[in-house]
């Protein structure tokens, strides 16, 4: 399903979406946050991403994202949509140890490091995804 039709297949209340929703939903958007922590403080960062086979690779410059990812850190990550029409959102939930894409390497490294030359400077980070969790929140009074 794709966000919209999660949307138009729920009816109201709270419902947890299944795995396979959530990834579809994650392969669906291109803007995510990235939550860490800086100086023992979290903090929350807007990321353009991509989601491909269990993996969310986002692109940073040499600052506090990509020292936890070298350090090999657990990071949350977190893509939502709200639909005005049906007063409805859905959001989904990631957290996953956090690795420095290196140049070269496997077909995936070489297929992301393609993509990252046209659309993102900077370094790649690898986020994969051991906890994945979603939510529908149908007909909600936000």
Not at 83 to 112: C, F, K, N, Q, Y
Not at 123 to 129: A, E, K, N, T, Y
Request: glycine letters at 8%.
């Amino acid at each position: 399903m794709t966000g919209r039709e999660v949307f138009e297949h729920m009816e109201s209340g709270n419902h947890e979406l299944s795995a396979a929703d959530c990834r579809r939903l994650l392969a669906s958007r291109t803007l995510g946050r990235v939550g860490l922590t800086s100086g023992a403080l979290p903090v929350i960062v807007p990321v353009e991403y991509s989601y491909l086979d269990g993996v969310i690779t986002f692109s940073t410059a040499y600052d506090e994202k990509l020292r936890v990812a070298a350090d090999g850190h657990v990071l949350a990550f977190e893509v939502d949509a709200y639909d005005a029409e049906s007063a409805s959102r859905w959001s989904v939930h990631v957290l996953g140890r956090a690795t420095v894409v290196a140049a070269g390497g496997d077909e995936l490294t070489t297929l992301l490091e393609a993509e990252r030359s046209e659309r993102w400077p900077g370094h790649l980070v690898r986020l994969q995804c051991e906890i994945v969790e979603g939510h529908l929140l149908a007909h909600s009074c936000i």
